[in-house]
């Protein structure tokens, strides 16, 4: 045995690798993967089998009720009528009469200007309006003396027969005549100038006191007595009234997917930060059609009349209104929810779907999730106001009803038309999955 022959060992390293040798390996290494095939399809193939599970549905129910359709925007209140008190007058502040939040009444002194540069004009001016009126009487007096002249001188050239006084003498006894009349009509003029820089004068001494235009409340004040006001360009603004706050207006900004909607006439109500938990009643009586931008946002101008006689509101105070655009009365109503649910697959009760879940190849090789034709024919239906489906519970398991849904407030939607009653379950989501 220990003198072999080379020949001998060749030829037994050769039966070592014999491919039956390798075909023994491969069945020592399939036998650990056959029971790793075993324990996944084992679990797959009963949950396959196994159709004990089933979902815990949560439902809503279908009521009649009324439906309020509401568009929403913010703004702020404003007084009915604000007008801003100035001085076209230059000058010193003498007296202020009035203060914030007093009642005033049109005619009610406000302030005074320093008025004695104004009473000196006026006086100065009364000045000049004498002595143009005493140049008046002188003119007259000339124009009496010359035409007595000149009356006498053409007597005389008539009793004469022409003779006397010469025809120089007369044509300049009839030209002193006719400038005394422009004399004295120069006189009138100058006169009548003098008044009217009186009138002038004077109004300006009227306008140093600064009275209110309206019956109101002080809603602003920015002088105080000593201050110099000067009215070059533009009048200064001294006071700011406002007319009558029992009844104010809300000026608010309705958004263009809204403005259709929304018209003259139709009740709001709206919150203000002051008084959270009050609701205020209003109604709008303007919709402007001129356009704001605003970063790309276009809306327009909506304005709402508010009674104030509380008191409560204010100039200013920024407003959440809610507009009433459209009111259904008695209607069937269902839970928004209610259109948004979609069942799962395997309640669908799609034959080709259970028989694709069933599959245990399906399960070991899934496909794809595919698109949801179900949801995707709600969903445009929604969009297009057309059919949509809901679901109510039926053993267990959901059953479709197709109705046609009208207008929402957001949480509640109106039924068309459809098989829904008031009082049914419907289903509006998954609570819980059991086995």
Not at 53 to 80: C, H, M, W, Y
Request: with cysteine.
């Amino acid at each position: 045995m220990s003198n072999m022959h080379p020949e001998g060992e060749i030829q037994q390293k050769l039966r070592m690798e014999d491919p039956s040798g390798r075909k023994g390996a491969v069945k020592r290494l399939a036998l650990p993967v056959i029971v790793a095939i075993i324990v996944i399809l084992v679990p797959i193939i009963w949950s396959t089998t196994n159709n004990a599970q089933s979902f815990q549905f949560k439902t809503g129910k279908a009521i009649s009720g009324d439906l309020t359709i509401t568009v929403g925007a913010t703004g702020n209140l404003e007084p009915r009528n604000q007008v801003d008190v100035g001085s076209e007058l230059s000058g010193i502040i003498r007296t202020v009469e009035v203060d914030y939040n007093d009642h005033v009444e049109k005619g009610q002194v406000l302030a005074r200007l320093d008025t004695e540069k104004l009473q000196s004009e006026v006086n100065n001016s009364k000045a000049a309006l004498e002595s143009a009126r005493a140049q008046v009487i002188q003119a007259q007096a000339s124009l009496k003396a010359v035409k007595a002249e000149f009356e006498r001188l053409k007597r005389v050239h008539e009793l004469s027969g022409g003779k006397v006084p010469s025809k120089y003498d007369l044509e300049s006894a009839q030209a002193s005549f006719e400038k005394a009349e422009a004399d004295l009509i120069r006189a009138k003029a100058q006169a009548s100038q003098a008044g009217a820089v009186l009138e002038s004068a004077q109004t300006d001494l009227s306008k140093a006191v600064i009275c209110s235009p309206i019956n109101g409340i002080v809603l602003g004040r920015t002088v105080e007595p000593g201050q110099t006001v000067a009215a070059s360009l533009q009048a200064p603004v001294l006071f700011a009234l406002a007319e009558d706050l029992t009844r104010m207006e809300l000026h608010v900004d309705v958004d263009e997917a809204d403005v259709g909607q929304v018209g003259e006439g139709q009740d709001a109500t709206f919150t203000v930060d002051a008084y959270p938990e009050q609701s205020f009643p209003a109604h709008i009586t303007q919709v402007r059609y001129g356009a704001t931008d605003t970063d790309g946002v276009i809306t327009y101008e909506t304005v709402l009349l508010v009674d104030n006689k509380d008191l409560l509101l204010r100039p200013g105070m920024t407003a959440t209104a809610d507009i009433v655009v459209s009111r259904v009365k008695d209607a069937v109503l269902i839970p928004n929810a209610s259109l948004r649910f979609r069942p799962p697959e395997s309640q669908e009760g799609s034959t080709e779907e259970k028989e694709e879940g069933t599959s245990v190849m399906s399960r070991i090789f899934p496909r794809p999730p595919r698109h949801n034709k179900a949801q995707s024919n709600n969903e445009n239906a929604r969009n297009s106001g057309g059919r949509q489906q809901v679901w109510r519970l039926e053993d267990g398991h959901t059953v479709p009803i197709d109705v046609t849904a009208g207008v929402t407030d957001g949480i509640m939607t109106q039924v068309i038309s459809g098989g829904i009653e008031p009082g049914m379950e419907l289903v509006v989501g998954i609570m819980s999955l059991k086995k």
